[in-house]
């Protein structure tokens, strides 16, 4: 099943190695701007080569489109209790454009 979800860009956290598994992982942030009440939702990317592209191609401050899949894990916790885990581990990750953007790229090329 795939989701979408777009927003903007506004946190790029910092890449976490598992070194006994040498898993890597790097989460994220986008504000929603479709809602009546933005919403904060966290995402990550795994592996080395995602963790390092999600920053070398994206800024704070972007328009994005999210395509990623739900995840879920179950722990038992110290006490022996089941806590369940959701991730939302992004797969896609495209700059959006704005009609804002489209309209000062239009007004810029007529100026020139």
Not at 14 to 20: A, F, I, L, S
Not at 52 to 74: A, C, H, M, P, T
């Amino acid at each position: 099943m795939e989701l979408e979800l777009k927003g903007t860009l506004t946190h790029i956290l910092n890449k976490v190695v598992y070194e006994k598994t040498d898993f890597t992982k790097r989460e994220f942030i986008i504000k929603t701007d479709d809602e009546q009440y933005p919403q904060d939702i966290k995402f990550e990317v795994h592996g080395e080569k995602r963790a390092d592209d999600l920053e070398k191609y994206n800024k704070i401050g972007n328009n994005v489109s999210v395509k990623f899949n739900l995840r879920g894990k179950l722990f038992t916790n110290k006490d022996g209790v089941e806590v369940a885990y959701p991730s939302l581990v992004a797969w896609r990750i495209d700059r959006v454009e704005t009609a804002e953007a489209v309209v000062e790229t239009a007004e810029a090329e007529d100026d020139g």
